[in-house]
């Protein structure tokens, strides 16, 4: 892919022009934004319309620049917000409150990034009993299977799902918005940034070195406030939907 030939801003504009005429608004947001970008970032954009009959998701190239493109309308937007909300990661809601707004501010733009700066300071709803429990047996899992891997492999397969949930147990037991995937070890440094460095030099034992011992330290520390590891005495009822 050649290297962009325009900014990022000048690319957004002529997006808006070209791609999305008619849309209220453009919020640029994503790592480009935040200065954080590498040689592979893209353009995350949330392109808001005043009506719409189906939201969409949408890559391309533009100007030399990647796009990943969120186009909706106040009401789809409203639904995916929700989504992000239950799910305790605020993907779309952050990409409004902290975008560039293009072609330029306006009552529209506002009012959603309103709505998202809501959404955000709310957080997200806490996790009931019977989900920290689940949490915590599912936790307890994949430190019993990376105590006694049958290979290097496993481990490391095993080690990449603790790594995501372990992470998600740190945020969302303490009722705070979750992260990610590369995501997480950014917000966790931006929460906690001694347990951040725990964290990733634990799981680099695990990934690196093959060695487990320091990751399922962390995971056992995580767990002791809410009851720790948990495998008798669990249950979980089936509903309707899982028969």
């Known amino acids: ?37 590498t040689p592979a970032s893209d353009l995350d954009l949330v392109v808001v319309y005043e009506s719409l009959p189906n939201a969409y998701r949408e890559s391309f190239v533009y100007g030399g620049w990647p796009v990943e493109a969120f186009v909706n309308d ?30 330029e501010p306006g009552e529209f733009s506002e009012a959603l990034k309103r709505r998202a700066r809501e959404l955000l300071d709310a957080g997200p709803p806490p996790w ?27 481990l490391v397969a095993t ?7 372990a992470a998600e147990f740190y945020f969302r037991a303490r009722g705070m918005w979750s992260a990610h995937s590369k995501t997480i070890p950014r917000r966790l440094r931006a929460t906690d940034a001694a347990f951040a460095e725990r964290f990733v030099r634990a799981f680099e034992a695990l990934f690196a ?3 487990p011992g320091p990751a399922i330290a962390l995971v056992e520390e995580l767990l002791a406030p809410f009851g720790g590891l948990l495998f008798e005495g669990f249950r979980k009822e089936a509903t309707k939907g899982d028969e």
């Open 209 to 211: 070195d093959k060695r």
């Open 74 to 103: 106040a009401g789809s937007l409203e639904v995916f917000f929700e989504r992000d909300r239950l799910r305790g990661v605020p993907a779309l809601m952050g990409m409004v409150w902290e975008g560039l707004e293009v072609p």
């Open 1 to 37: 892919m050649d290297a962009p030939k325009v900014s990022a801003v000048e690319a957004a504009r002529g997006i808006w022009r070209e791609r999305y005429e008619g849309a209220r608004v453009i919020f640029l947001g994503g790592s480009v934004l935040r200065g954080e970008a």
């Open 128 to 154: 009931d009993e019977g989900e920290l429990t689940l949490r915590r047996y599912r936790l307890t899992d994949w430190v019993d299977d990376v105590r006694f891997p049958r290979s290097p492999e496993e």
């Open 159 to 165: 080690g990449a799902w603790l790594y995501q949930d």
